[in-house]
């Protein structure tokens, strides 16, 4: 408990650090849905605010390159919270300057992309905890590449690596959904683990999709949603020459069993390292459709993990 109260105090401390101004500037503190550095978020229902020491009006804009997108004139009692008139444009660079009387202050974000590429799922019923994965090869040097992204999304839950390295810090993805509504999709940075010869493999569980959930039918409830895993991705890789190279989870993806036996969120899971997981096997294209939107939550991190071991 004692440590639980040291982690909660720095953090609370590094908070109101945080929230001072960081330099001179009479408007400060610019943020997208909470976020400092918003990264690869969706085109609606986001939330702008800044703090300023002057009461301005003010005028806030998106631009995207050097035009601008979208204007909205605020005063210092809606700087909390505004949104613009008009949803966001899928795949672009933005910029949000906010300008008041005699200064101004700007942030950059980007926003993610539509995914629609289909989803997959392993030919042979049977597998447990699989592992989808592909290989693919990239014939131009790496100081060509501008930008990287990996879109992603699953049922049930997803782990992806990248040349055998855990692609960004978050667990349980793609989190808890409505799934007769919704599934949230996520992106992430892969730029930095790309290599000329590259494999991705992602790894799934049951999670909430397909395990049990809490006591339903005496915690003995399985399949609630579904019965089978599937897996929704796409790898975008933009080259400093304005080209782009793609790739989407197709029939060209394979899949094999992991060494899991078990898995579920409440309980662990269980490995069997004598189990044979070498057998490769056929995907097949999911002809369901789902209703997928970007991740709109705060993701479950490495930080996260430690505080619930403590307990």
Same mark, same amino acid.
């Given at each position: 408990m004692k440590l639980i109260l040291i982690f909660y105090l720095f953090h609370i401390s590094k908070l109101v650090i945080e929230l001072k101004p960081l330099s001179d500037s009479f408007i400060y503190d610019l943020r997208i849905n909470h976020q400092k550095n918003p990264f690869a978020i969706g085109t609606e229902d986001n939330n702008f605010s800044f703090l300023a020491k002057e009461r301005g009006p003010f005028k806030a804009f998106l631009y995207i390159g050097d035009k601008i997108s979208q204007v909205k004139y605020v005063t210092l009692e809606e700087s909390h919270s505004f949104s613009f008139l008009r949803p966001l444009q899928y795949n672009k660079k933005y910029r949000y300057v906010v300008q008041g009387t005699n200064t101004r202050n700007e942030i950059e974000f980007e926003t993610t992309i539509k995914?629609?590429?289909?989803?997959?799922?392993?030919?042979?019923?049977? %597998?447990?905890?699989?592992?989808?994965? $592909?290989?693919?090869? #990239?014939?131009? =040097?790496?100081? &060509?590449?501008?930008?990287?992204?990996?879109?992603?999304?699953?049922?049930?839950?997803?782990?992806?690596?990248?040349?055998?390295?855990?692609?960004?810090?978050?667990?349980?993805?793609?989190?808890?959904?409505?799934?007769?509504?919704?599934?949230?999709?996520?992106?992430?940075?892969?730029?930095?683990?790309?290599?000329?010869?590259?494999?991705?493999?992602?790894?799934?569980?049951?999670?909430?999709?397909?395990?049990? %959930?809490?006591?339903?039918?005496?915690? $003995?409830?399985?399949? #609630?949603?579904? =019965?089978?895993? &599937?897996?929704?991705?796409?790898?975008?890789?933009?080259?400093?020459?304005?080209?782009?190279?793609h790739y989407d989870t197709d029939e060209s993806w394979k899949v094999k069993e992991s060494k899991e036996v078990f898995n579920n969120i409440y309980d662990g899971e269980i490995i069997d390292y004598t189990k044979n997981s070498e057998e490769i096997k056929d995907v097949l294209i999911s002809e369901e459709k789902y209703n997928l939107i970007p991740d709109f939550g705060a993701l479950i991190v490495q930080n996260m993990i430690v505080i619930l071991n403590m307990i």
């Open positions: 995914l629609e590429s289909p989803f997959i799922k392993p030919k042979d019923k049977k %597998i447990f905890s699989p592992i989808f994965f $592909k290989d693919f090869e #990239l014939k131009i =040097n790496k100081e &060509k590449i501008l930008e990287a992204r990996l879109y992603i999304t699953g049922l049930g839950l997803y782990q992806a690596f990248l040349n055998k390295k855990k692609v960004g810090n978050a667990y349980l993805t793609p989190g808890y959904n409505d799934y007769d509504y919704y599934l949230r999709y996520q992106t992430y940075d892969i730029k930095e683990l790309l290599e000329t010869e590259n494999i991705i493999e992602v790894h799934m569980g049951d999670g909430w999709y397909k395990g049990r %959930i809490g006591l339903l039918n005496g915690g $003995k409830q399985d399949h #609630l949603w579904g =019965n089978q895993y &599937k897996l929704c991705a796409h790898i975008m890789i933009k080259l400093i020459d304005g080209k782009e190279i």
